[in-house]
T-cell receptor, first 113, second 113 residues
Framework: NAGVTQTPKFQVLKTGQSMTLQCAQD?????MYWYRQDPGMGLRLIYY???????DKGEVPNGYNVSRLNKREFSLRLESAAPSQTSVYFC????????????FGEGSWLTVV | GESVGLHLPTLSVQEGDNSIINCAYS??????FIWYKQESGKGPQFIID?????DKRQGQRVTVLLNKTVKHLSLQIAATQPGDSAVYFC????????????FGGGTRLMVKP
């Protein structure tokens, strides 16, 4: 049982390049999330998917797109990377209902130069 | 708006002592709170949670206290060990679609041998 798995772990991009962060969970969770974490700041929600087939914007969605490919997978895409998107990205999932814990992946370190 | 913050950005304790990490929240409608531990280079790891209808919950060596009157949350770690060194985040869930969490900025706990 791997939990939440995200790839790649490290990536360097040039400004204007595009890339997709992949995330998969094997816990049969309904909800999935993408967060970014910047130095000295807490986690900020980029996008989330409450259930398969739905996606919604979080606190900081600009510059990103997401796809809930199926129940297991939730990808985050940067169409034209900017230096301001240099951050650590975390995928997370939750089973659903009230009070359920959100489980996080190990993180993806992205640098845009 | 919703906000979650921490009183102390860095806490240094002696091994074996008890640690107390504090958190303030502003949304009186929040009904669920979580503490996460994040070690360097890893994703946040669930420690303990508490619902708003409780004021105390205990786990293994950890206790969470909730004071809704002053909107204050604390995490107590008994007999702090070197392995407890990490950044600790509190998070709250308000009345929002998707059961999104709002995270505080984090407190770094340093355990001195």
């Amino acid at each position: 049982n791997a939990g939440v798995t995200q790839t790649p772990k490290f990536q360097v991009l040039k400004t204007g390049q595009s890339m997709t962060l992949q995330c998969a969970q094997d816990m049969n969770h309904n909800s999935m999330y993408w967060y970014r974490q910047d130095p000295g700041m807490g986690l900020r929600l980029i996008y989330y998917s409450a259930s398969e087939g739905t996606t919604d914007k979080g606190e900081v969605p600009n510059g990103y797109n997401v796809s809930r490919l199926n129940k297991r997978e939730f990808s985050l895409r940067l169409e034209s990377a900017a230096p301001s998107q240099t951050s650590v990205y975390f995928c997370a999932s939750r089973s659903g209902g009230s009070g359920n814990t959100i489980y996080f992946g190990e993180g993806s370190w992205l640098t845009v130069v | 708006g919703e906000s979650v913050g921490l009183h102390l950005p860095t806490l240094s304790v002696q091994e074996g002592d008890n640690s107390i990490i504090n958190c303030a929240y502003s949304n009186s409608a929040s009904d669920y709170f979580i503490w996460y531990k994040q070690e360097s280079g890893k994703g946040p790891q669930f420690i303990i949670d508490i619902r708003s209808n409780m004021d105390k919950r205990q786990g293994q060596r950890v206790t969470v206290l909730l004071n809704k009157t002053v909107k204050h949350l604390s995490l107590q770690i008994a007999a702090t060990q070197p392995g407890d060194s990490a950044v600790y985040f509190c998070a709250e869930r308000g009345n929002n679609a998707g059961n999104m969490l709002t995270f505080g900025g984090g407190t770094r706990l340093m355990v001195k041998p």
